[in-house]
Structure formats: C-alpha cells, structure tokens
C-alpha cells in the first residue's frame, strides 16, 4: 500500500521534483502513455485526447496550477483566432490581435519581468531597489508557449492561415504539447497544427530515428553538458578568485560546449520523442559553432526562436524602416536582438549580450561587400577558418554573460582571463584535468564533425534487427543512467 | 509598362543591391539563388525597388511573396492601378 501512495504522490506537482525528460518517472509515464497511445493512434479524435490529457498532466506536474493559466492563454487565442476571420474590417481584425498581444505579453511581463521592471525604475529613481516586489513564481515555459500561440494570431493577421483552427481539443493540444512546451523548439501553428489533424504515418525508420535522437539527446547531456558543467565550468564561474586565466579560458570554451550540447541534447530528445509519437518538430541547431559570422550564428542557432524573432520582429520593423535603407536594417536587427536578450530573462546579463549579437550583426551587414571582396581573393580557405575562429571566439566571450549570475561576476571572468592569462600553467592544468580535457575535445570533435557520420550512423542503427535494436536501447539507457550523479542538472534553456 | 521592361529594371535593381552585375533573373528565383539576398538585405532590395518603380508595397504582400515571379506580378499590378 505504500509504494501505491508513494507511486501517487510522486504524480502530484513538486517543485523540488520537477517531471525532466531524463528522469525514471518520465520514462515510466511515457511508456504507459505508449502503451495506451499504440491502441488508439489511429483514431485522431481519440489520440489527441490521450495527448491532450497527458500534455495538461505533465504541465501540472512541473508548474501545478499554472495549468490553468496555460488553458486560459490557449482558450483566449483559440476564440480570438476565430473571431478575426469572422469581423468584417481590417480595423477590427487589428484591435483582436492588440488583444491576443495584450493578454500574451501581459502575462509574460506579468510572471517574468515585473520586479526587474519595479527594480529598475526605482533604482534610477532613488538609487534604491523597490521596496514592494510582487511573491510571484514564473510558470515554466511561458516564455516558449506565449509564442507559439502568438505565432497562430500574427500568422491569421497575415493571411499566412487560411481559416481558423475549429478543433478547441487540438489547439489547447498544440499550445501544451508536452514534448516541446517547456523549452521548445518553438513549433509554429502553421506547421504543428495540421499535424494534429492528420493521421499519422508511423514506419519503422521513423521509430528507429526517434531512438536514436533520444539516446544521442541524453548521452549529449549527460555525459559532456553536465560532465563539462560540474567538473570545469562551474568551478571558474562560482569561485574565479582561485584560477588562472588559463583556467578562465578553458571554463568558457567549456561552457561554450555545455550549453550546445545541453541544449541540442533536450532538442535531440524534444524531437524523438514527437517523432515517437509521430510528429515531426523542426531541428533547432546546425552545427552553430561552423558560423563564419554572427548572423550566420543565427540561422544555426536555436533557430525555431530566431526564425520567430526574425519573422514577426524584425522583419515588420525592417519593413516600417526601410526608407532609411542599411541604418533602418540596423535599427531593426538592434531592436530585435535587445528584445531577444531581454525575452532570455529579466537580467542586464542577458539584455548585454542580446545587444552584442545586435551589433556584431549589424557589423556583418554593413561589411558584407568589404567581406566578400576579401573572400574572393582568399583561395585557401584561410579566410574562412578566419572568420570561423573570430565568429567563435566572439560567440564564447558573449556566453560569459549568459552564464555569469551578474555583470559584475561576468566582469571577474573577463578580468581573470586578460589580466592573468599564463599559458605556463598549461602542462600542469592539462595533468590535473585531463579527463575534463578529454571529454571537451570529444565535445569539440563531435561538433566539428561531418553531419555526414550522424546520418550514417542512423542508417545502420534502423538497418539492424530489431532484436539487436532493443539490445542496444536498454543498454544505452542503462548506460546514461549510470552517468546520472548528484551532479546532473536541469536543462539550462527550462530557466527561460 | 510591358512586363519584359519590368523584369529588365528589377533585374538592374537587383544587380545594383546585391553590387553584382552578372545576376540575371526569372519567375523563379529565391533567395537561395543569390548569395548575398538574406533577410537582412531583402528590405534594402524592397526599398530599392519601391523607389525604381515609384510604388509601394504592403507587408502581407511582400509576406505572400514565393518567387521573383510572384514579385513582378505585384510591380504590374500596381502599375496597372
């Protein structure tokens, strides 16, 4: 009888508890959801039911009641979406999507940004923090659901959707669609939603992909993010004072693997899973430390958020500005990218890094002939290696302040590594962390590697008999779970 | 204006923004056809075209847009007008 209430216990919401893809009872869930899934998949309406009831489940279980709010925000734009197409004047479809905005941003502001804002004003105003900030928890995933659902208003407001979605169960379904609504990637309704409506193509190299991704997804995780994290990273960040700025630079070209490989693993495991289930959710990364400038940065970078940025911000603004011609571009890429930094958090860390992506891209763009004549006369590809190794050296220094808990603890970083580098203590660092080392020239060697080898692997592993297939998956699972310690650590992008 | 002499002056005014003369284009070019035309210099070629054309284009049009020919077709039809 007790490990009945303990099993139902652990079923309710607990914020020291959170639901992570990686951990037991995620898996157990997940497999009595497949079990269920595999009768009634080929029902849509039940299907999406099933899907709908363990999305709302699973966002309960990670924010508790803030499932309501979720249902609320979903509920509102579903009923908005309709009413656009059915008023009469353009006029009136814009005072609909001011609505959607106002109730989406609002709540984001509300949850998220509130007592920065409160901190902010008063600060400037008396030099003091404020003296009143509201008790309030953010409800995870805000930041990714507020835009997938806005993307369904401003995609009917742009005539880019047809008619309205008249399925309230799919649309609550495709805004708490549980594989990707807590850290993306940011599915747009245009390409998620018909999706919900279809029936579903399930073959065996779908379902032998999806494994693959999962098992890559939380090998990246564990075995290099959280690896690199506790044995090297946060060493340097939480205690700078006692290293060098030799350890200073291998601590961010280590955080500069963490993140990737933290953050492509969850999408690694996003997408296996949607596939297990037989959806398709969009790549968010492209090998994005082979970027040969900032911008370049961007489109294999988290690219579901920086396509979004790019469709519904920038490019409005770039098109209000244009008759400033190359100033208006900038002015545009400025603001987009204040607005990004400020959307990863209520922080200057973040605001100051957004805004250095901004500028660096503005640079690439009013350099771009001046770069491209350069490039026409290199033959050698050093110019390329050039502009990787600058790109990338710009991108690590920039994660600093992604990383650091302020602007003053992001300036110890810098200050350690320009002010007492000493390459002398190289041989002995390399001694004393050498498997750290090791696991960040794997972490380095697998990036850089051809997507080539990835695809080639996923074709022999769905070539292989099944029998041989579960072997290699328990083993591989009871293999991530043996690197599992007291070090593992949420996925960094569930902060957002 | 005859259709040959819209596409003969958007072609200049692509050579002009993308500073490559070489360029020659048809119903069917995108973005991936030319190097230099991302989303950072798309509106500098919107802008350009405006000005060549004495138009104006509105955002759902220029989001509705596939191709080059989907271009010249909105140019003729606000010539029309």
Redo the contacts between chains.
């Keep these: 009888m007790a490990s009945i209430s303990e099993f139902l216990n652990a079923l309710c919401y607990n914020p020291k508890a959170p639901l992570v893809f990686t951990s037991v009872l995620f898996v157990a869930l997940f497999s009595i959801l497949y079990v269920g899934y595999i009768f009634v998949y080929s029902n849509i309406k039940k299907r999406n039911l099933l899907l709908l009831v363990f999305s709302l489940f699973f966002y309960y279980k990670i924010s508790g009641f803030y499932v309501l709010l979720l249902v609320a925000m979903a509920t509102s734009d579903y009923f908005i979406g309709k009413q656009m197409f059915r008023v009469s004047t353009q006029q009136k479809k814009k005072w609909l999507l001011l609505l959607s905005i106002f109730i989406n941003v609002g709540a984001l502001i509300l949850f998220k940004y509130t007592n920065f804002l409160l901190n902010t004003f008063f600060g400037i105003a008396t030099g003091e923090p404020s003296p009143v900030l509201l008790n309030l928890i953010m409800p995870i995933g805000i930041s990714f659901y507020v835009f997938k659902t806005l993307s369904y208003i401003f995609d009917i407001y742009?005539?880019?959707i047809d008619e309205p979605e008249t399925n309230y169960i799919n649309y609550v379904l495709y805004v708490s669609f549980f594989p990707n609504i807590l850290a993306g990637p940011i599915a747009k309704a245009r390409d998620l939603l018909p999706q919900f409506a279809a029936k579903l193509n399930f073959n065996r190299e779908l379902i032998g992909k999806a494994f693959v991704l999962i098992l890559i997804g939380a090998f990246k995780k564990v075995f290099i993010a959280d690896f690199l994290g506790a044995n090297l990273v946060d060493r340097v960040f939480d205690s700078p004072e006692f290293f060098t700025g030799w350890e200073g630079l291998m601590a961010i070209y280590g955080y500069a693997m963490q993140i990737y490989f933290d953050f492509s693993g969850y999408t690694d495991i996003v997408i296996g899973i949607a596939m297990l289930l037989g959806f398709n959710v969009m790549a968010n990364f492209n090998k994005p430390f082979m970027a040969d400038n900032v911008?370049d940065f961007w489109r294999r970078w988290h690219i579901s958020l920086s396509t979004w940025f790019?469709e519904y911000v920038?490019?409005?603004l770039?098109?209000t500005?244009?008759?400033f011609?190359?100033g208006?571009?900038i002015l545009?890429?400025l603001i987009t990218f204040f607005i990004s930094g400020f959307w990863h958090g209520p922080a200057w860390t973040y605001i100051l890094w957004g805004t250095s992506h901004g500028l660096a891209?503005a640079f690439?763009?009013a350099t771009?002939?001046l770069r491209?004549k350069i490039a026409k006369k290199n033959t050698f590809g050093i110019y390329r290696f050039l502009s990787i190794f600058i790109t990338f050296h710009f991108l690590a220094f920039s994660m600093v302040l992604f990383r650091a808990e302020s602007l003053q603890a992001a300036q110890k970083i810098y200050t350690l590594v320009f002010t007492h580098f000493d390459i002398s203590v190289a041989g002995q660092w390399a001694k004393l962390y050498a498997t750290p080392l090791a696991v960040l020239i794997v972490a380095y060697l697998l990036h850089y590697s051809p997507l080539k080898w990835n695809e080639f692997f996923t074709r022999q592993f769905i070539r292989l008999h099944w029998t041989v297939k579960v072997l290699i998956i328990v083993v591989g699972i009871l293999f991530i779970f043996q690197g599992f310690s007291s070090d593992t650590q949420p996925f960094i992008y569930l902060e957002f | 204006m005859h259709y040959d002499e819209i596409k003969s002056r958007l072609n200049r005014v692509f050579c002009t923004v993308f500073?490559d003369d070489t360029i020659l284009i048809s119903e069917e070019t995108t973005a991936k056809d030319i190097e230099?035309w991302?989303?950072?210099?798309?509106?500098?070629l919107?802008?350009a075209t405006?000005t060549e054309f004495a138009i104006k284009f509105k955002?759902?049009e220029?989001?509705?847009m596939k191709n080059v020919g989907d271009f010249m077709k909105s140019i003729e039809t606000k010539l029309a007008v």
């Design positions: 742009r005539e880019t911008a790019n920038f490019y409005p770039a098109y500005f244009r008759k011609k190359q208006g571009v545009a890429v891209i690439t763009f771009a002939n491209s | 500073k230099k991302d989303s950072l210099t798309h509106l500098i919107i802008s405006e955002l759902k220029l989001i509705a």
